[in-house]
Each structure stands twice: as C-alpha cells, then as structure tokens.
C-alpha cells in the first residue's frame, strides 16, 4: 500500500477559494467569549488553504456546545448525537476515500459517553482528523464537572468538590495506539492552523486537544499556558524541549522532569522526536501536563507515526465485479443446486 | 431383503454430543433430502455453551429435518426417527419422538458412568422402557472405529467418524444414494487425506451395515414434492438476509455497508457478507452495537446502503441512533434477528417478543417501518422490499426475523436478478430551492426529502438531531414548524401502505367465521395448525402479515369481517395489543414465550375448541 497523506485522495479544487466560501449563513450561536469563535475563525481561514474541493469536507459532531461546529462551515456536515460522531466518521471514512473528514467533539462528548467510540477509532486509524475541544467542563447542561475536570472542582452536580480523577486526553489517545497526537489553544491561532493543518495531512486518525476557554463555566482555565506564559512547554520536533529558564530532562530513572536551566544546562535538556515509533516519550510528556490547575502544560504535535489506516486496508481488501448483476445472480444460486422439472 | 415402503412425510432428529458433528451430519442429511426434491425444513438446536460438559443434558446438540413429498411448513413437532450418540441425547429428546418411533442409539456409549451422569439408574436399552418404540441399539463407536482402523487414526480422531457411520445407516435406511456425501468428504478433507479416507471408511460402513445386517424390517422412501419448475437451493434465514442486503444494494446500485456487532443468532449474517469482499461488500466489526448502526447511518450519508444486524438487546442499544436516523430521514437497514429475552434471556432460542420495541422503542415520535419475514426463504424478498423503503422513503427500516428462521433451512427457489424489483436512488445533483440554494427538507410527493451526498458541489448543507426548519433544514425551536415537522415524518411512514400489497386471507371455503393473524416466523405453525383443522372439515381462515409498520390497507376491513380473531404469537400479545389499539377489534391473544415455535398440534387443537365455542 501506497502511504499519501489525509488528503491524498481528495479531489483538488480548480479555483482558489477563500474563508467566505467555508462560511455558512448561520447565525453563530455561542456565548460572547467563548474559545470556540476564536477556533472557529482559525478553521474557516485553514481551510482554503488546504486546495481542495469545498464540497468533499464532512464535518461530524457529536452534542455539546462545540457540536453546533458543523453548521458555521459551509461543507457537508452531520450534527450527529452525544459521543457518537467518531463512529459515524468512521463510516464515511470507509464508505468515502474521496473525503476529508473531521470530527468535532468536545471532552464530555469525546471522553466521557463517546469514550469508547474514541479509543477504538485511535486504535483502528481510521482516516479522520479529530478536534477535541477541552473547557474541562459541561458548558451545554450549564456547568457540571466533565471527565477532565480537576478534583475537587465545585461544580452544579458537585457543591462539595469533584471526587473524581480526571482524564489527561493525550495519556489515553496514547494508550489507545493513536498515530498522531497533538495539542493546541484556542487563543493562539498559528500555532492552531499549524497543528491542524499537519493534523488533516496525517493520513490515519489524528487526535488534536485544543485547550478552549468556557468564559462562563470556567472562565480562565488555560491562561497560565497560553501565549508566552511561562506554563507553555514547547514541542517542535528535532528541537531541544527548553522555555523560558526551563528545559525537560531525563531523569536516570527514565523519568521525564522540568528542569531549572541553570542548574541542568542546555544540552541536558531532551530533543523532541514526534516520529519515534515507540510512542513511551510521547506519553512520557504528556504526563507533564498538570492534573489540578493547569499551570504547565506541553503544546505541540507528540507524536506524528506512519501507520496504515483502517479504512485503505478495509477497501484494500473489498473489490467490486465489473458486472454486479451477473455476481449476484452467481451469489443467489449458490454452490449446490437441484433442478425440479 | 428389506422391503421399501413409501411414506409421505418423515422428521428426522440426529442428537449428540455438541462435538459430536450433529449439525453437521443434519445438514448432509438435508443436502441429500434436497437432490431427491422433497420438500423440506430444518431445525437446528443447540446449547449456547460451546462446550458444555460432554455427556451432561446441557451439552446436547440435535438437528432436525422433516422431509415431505408436499409442500411442508415446519421442521415438525414428534419426530418419526431419533438417532442418538448418548444417553443424554436419548434422555433429553424422547419426549418428541412419535409414539411407534425408529430409534437409533449408539450403545458403545451407554456405559454405567454415562448413564448414571444423566440420572438413569438403570440401562433404558435394556429395562424396557422404551418398548413402545422400534429400538436399534448398535455399537456406532466400536463399528466406525473399527471401520477407520487402517488409517492410523488416534483412538478420539477414529471415534469421531461415528457421526458418518451413522450418516451412512440413516442414508441408507432411506434409500438415499450415497454419492452426494462421498463428494462432500472429497471437497470438505482434500487437504488431509487421511480424514476423508476415514470418514468415507465410517460412512460406507454405516451404509453396507443397513444394506446386509438385515436389522431393519423397511427402509422408507419420501418422493419429490410438486413444487414448482426451477432450480433450487438451500437457504437458511440468516443466509437469505445477507444475500437480501447484498440484492438490495446491487437494485440501488450503492456500495453495501455492514456494521455489526457480533450476537446471537444474529452473527452468521456478519459472517457470511464478510465472505462476500469481492462483490463490493463492506463489513465492519465494531466495538459495540451502538458503532455498528452509527457506522451504517456514516456510510449511507455517504452514499452507500448502510445496514446493521443485530438482537434484541443489540437493537434496544440502537435506539437513540435510529431517532437520530428518523430525523437525519437517511436510508438504513436494520435487521433484528429476534431471541428469547429480555436481557441475555435464552440467545440460542426463539421468540418474536421485539415486536413492540421495533414499533415504538425510541424516545420522541420516531416512526419507522417494520417488516417480518415469514419463512427463511421470505427473510430474502422482505430484506430486499427494506431496502427499496429505506432509499425511497429515505427512512430506518427494521426487518425482524428470530432465531428459528436464522437457523432453520428450507428450499429457495433460486430468484433472477431480473426479476428483482428496481430500486431509485433519485440523488439530488442541482439545487431545488430560489437563487440557487438546496433546500435538503423540501419533500416530493410521497413525503422523502432530496438527498445529496457529500461530494456533490453547491449541495453543500448541513442535517442534525436537532428540530429542523421545514424545507430549509436549518434549526428551528418554532413550535409550529415542530408540530408539522412530526406529522410530516408520520405521514411519510404512514403512506408507504399505499405501495404495499393489500393481505389476502386464506379461507379455502370463504365461509369461515374465526380468523387467525399471524405475523413473522409463526406463519409455518399458524398456517400449518389451519391446514389441519381444515382437514377436519371445519372452517377457519388465516391471515399473515409481513408489513407490521405501516399495516397493509385493507387489515382492519378484513378484521372487522370476522366473529372471532385469534393472534397466536410468541409473546405476550404484542400484535394482539396493537391490533386492538388501532382497529378496536376484539383480537385475542393466544401467547406461547417458551423459546420454541407454536406447536402446531396444540394450536390446531386449541382452534378447534375456539371453533366449538363459537358455535355453540
């Protein structure tokens, strides 16, 4: 099998187009604020430069406020229901090698009732680019705790503090065997067009956290590791992972640790590598990401594999006969006949 | 020599061990039963355990086929011929063997130890227990055994070849020709010689033994029944639904797509489309129930004919996935192979208990067409008719079958692809609305709105679960527009009566005053039980839906033409209940949930007493 990227097989277009081709005439309809406009934007302004025709993107979502994605996006898309659009992707995927197809989810969605639907597309790589919006709270049911929300978050459903210990996304897309791993912000729209866009040119399944502000719910979740906060740890593939009068080293118990650069130097500090076919470093880093209160967290692109995707094997696997009404005659009559006069 | 005597209809039940290769020998056995031409149907029966503790009542595995030189219903309720490999399979299915019964038993393994682990306390080969009936105590084992020995079998290989010996004796005692097996070993062990000399070995012996021990007083021949010109085949219901979903996408002309979760007896559809790779045929094993009906509805937004099969508890999974489907009005195809329930129940035995979760499972107003097969042959043409509904109606379909037709194998006239009905996939390409727009909710006159797949320019739109706008699909929370939007999906549903046939009643003499409704797998018993009180001179007329959902247009005329209606089910009343809901008719209900088919004596007996009362 041939190995092309996500979109190798998607038709290009033959005229350029622009954000306003992308933009659906629908009232955007979230809260003045809201991380999600801001994503938004980076996508309608990503999209054309991706070259390819504007009617073969899907765009599938799940429930939750970053499931209404879909209707702002001039595309074909399917405002599915709650936690299930990485299974329903994964059927057009197959159906369709001709489409760029994305899955729009936030971390109840994706993490919690559409937990496994998620791991077993990572696990599978089907053809798909996942965004995860993670506000690490339930903003459409008005504000309770969600699977990545910190513990003893006081939420609605939990007035004494949240006794449950949180998902780190990454860890589980990880441990699921995805092929490409990545993590961005709301705020920071190049870095996000960068992520997505050698997210959507990964051919397999592609997992991109965006850390996104529910001004709401849980106003300022991420403003410690957005922009040059000292809380940003960096991931540029080949570059030494150092920020600020920090670096990340290697302990001798193979441990990944944040270190003081003075105290350890420059050339201690660990070279990232997103093409390791062992994916230990990126889970190793990603356990660098805090549990509680987000105050550091590593943003970038943790792992970056080749690895064939489900959906080329599955119609590697399938032909169609030339003449289908002359196969099916041969499949009705079977093996072992008789002939009754 | 032994004399043969002609009989119009026998049953048949081979019963072992589950390893011992009962289903197999069955279906050998039926294979024969096919070349001579008689009519035939089968019943499998078989523990859910995979192995269950050898030689225990759990772990009986039987096959039974009853063969007829007419046209047959159902595999038959006593059986005229039990052979039996243990004492556990004589133990456990005696009570089905006709008063006068042939009984084959292998006495090798009627030892003390064997006896005593199904509680016979004392030899029933020997204590005269079963002396009203012609007992044949042989030592099959010890005869295949000895038969095999040239082929340096170990002792448990060469015992194994006893289910072709005893092939071989029932072969003959039927007057079948042995060629058709001799083929089968040849095919099935051409890779290991060895095996097939054995079990040829086993086989001819069995036969030869027949042919000159001279135990037997008559060997019994069934003629061909009067069916009608063609060529044949035989299909199981689970078989003929595959090859249905396949028809179906090749009329479409789509890509077929399976998603499916493995569950019983619902799997072997799975299985046999995912040996279809090279007619087009996608199947995709999912995690759970709910990705294989999310995948299906996936691949038919995407332009494929998206199909999932499952059980009862796969399909109460589906639910929200198929109100999302009810709104999205996309094509899809559900196939509900129904099992003794609820929760895990009984998954190997049969029941029709879905009925109601099929009609009105789903949260919201979600009407969706139900249809049920009658026979396994049926389980073909009804999933073809899903289908066309599903892409022309652009709505979920639910076939419903059970474990009875899934299993249970009978002659399949072998259909034409010409004369399969077509199938219209109208895709839209161009806009339909002012100034270029698409309006994907603006329907045609049997109410299915356009659909674009992605892929196609300037259709370019978006669908959801949430409350659209009529015509323009954009969200709407305007309590008018819902209030039509939910009469609109209702009336769709509802006006594919117009494009089913009307039913017709069987009522030979047109004079009868009870009328029976049967529905999906009890078409056989129902129609055989009316067939018999027939034959008593009485009157009684039979009715048999196939369409639950809408119901054809003339049943409630029909309904309310008769004095009497009895719905024999096997549930709790389920047809009965809406029946009476939408007709207000007095229908009664006659529930039999033991896992099994209606007995056709019972019934016939019980209609009789319905006939006396009413009458009276």
Known sequence: ?341 | MTQVQKVERVAVRFAGDSGDGMQLTGDRFTADTAVVGSDFATLPNYPAEIRAPAGTLNGVSSFQVQFADYDIRTPGELVDVLVAMNPAALKSNLKDLAPGGTIIVDSGDFTNRNLTRVGYTSNPIEDGSLSSYAVHALDLTGAAVAAVTPFGLNRKDASRTKNMYALGLVTWLFSRSPEGTLEFLATKFAKKPHLRDANVAAFNAGYNFGETAELFAVRYEVGPAPLPPGTYRQISGNKAIALGLVAGAVQAKLPLFLGAYPITPASDVLHELSTFKNQGVITFQCEDEIAAIGSALGASYAGSLGTTVTSGPGLALKMETLGLAVMLELPLVVVDVQRAGPSTGMPTKTEQADLLQALYGRHGEAPIPVLAAQSPTDCFAITVEAAKIAVEYRTPVIVLSDGYLANGAEPMLVPSVEDLPAIETNFATEPNGPDGTFLPYLRDAKGARPLAVPGTPGLEHRIGGIEKADRTGNISYDPANHDWMVRQRQAKIDGIAAHIPDVVVDDPSGEARLLVVSWGSSFGPVSGAARRVRRTGRKVAHVHLRHLNPFPANLGEILKSYDKVIVPEMNLGQLAFVLRAKYLVDAESYARVRGLPISITELSGDLMDALDHLEA
């Not at chain 1, 599938?60 to 970053?66: A, K, L, P």
């Not at chain 1, 540029?236 to 080293?249: E, L, Y």
């Not at chain 1, 302990?251 to 270190?259: F, K």
Request: charged share 20%; hydrophobic share 40%.
């Open chain 1, 1 to 341: 099998m041939t190995t092309t990227t996500g979109l190798g097989r998607v038709p290009l277009s033959l005229t350029p187009l622009n954000r306003k081709d992308y933009t659906s005439d629908q009232e955007v309809r979230w809260c003045p604020g809201c991380g999600d406009f801001a994503i938004l934007a980076a996508f309608q302004g990503l999209m054309p430069t991706l070259g390819i025709k504007r009617e073969n993107t899907v765009i599938v979502s799940g429930i939750g406020c970053s499931s209404r994605f879909p209707y702002y996006m001039d595309v074909y898309g399917m405002h599915s229901i709650h936690g299930r659009a990485p299974a329903i992707a994964t059927g057009v995927a197959i159906a369709r090698e001709d489409l760029n197809v994305w899955v729009v989810s936030g971390d109840g969605d994706a993490l919690s009732i559409g937990g496994n639907h998620l791991i077993h597309a990572l696990r599978r790589n089907v053809n798909i680019t996942i965004m995860l919006f993670n506000n690490r709270i339930y903003g459409l049911t008005k504000g309770q705790y969600s699977p990545t929300s910190e513990a003893g978050k006081v939420t609605k459903s939990t007035p004494t503090g949240s006794i449950d210990t949180p998902f780190n996304p990454l860890s589980v897309a990880l441990g699921a065997e995805a092929s490409f791993v990545a993590r961005t912000v709301d705020s920071d729209r190049q870095h996000l067009s960068e992520v997505l866009t050698a997210a959507v040119a990964h051919r397999g399944a592609s997992l991109v956290e965006i850390y996104q502000n529910c001004p709401i719910f849980n106003d300022g979740a991420f403003d410690e590791v957005k922009g040059a906060e000292p809380g940003v740890i960096p991931l540029v593939h080949g570059q030494p992972i150092v920020f600020g009068d920090k670096c990340v080293v290697r302990d001798a118990d193979g441990d990944l640790r944040v270190a003081d650069l003075a105290e350890v130097g420059v050339e201690a500090a660990i070279v990232h590598d997103a093409h390791r076919p062992d994916p230990s470093l990126a889970f190793a880093l990603s356990r660098l990401t805090d549990q509680g209160k987000i105050r550091q967290a590593p943003i970038g692109i943790f792992r970056d594999v080749d690895r064939p995707a489900y959906d080329d094997l599955v119609r590697s696997q399938v032909s169609v006969p030339d003449d289908r009404a002359a196969a099916l005659q041969a499949l009705l009559t079977g093996p072992e006949t008789w002939t009754v006069a």
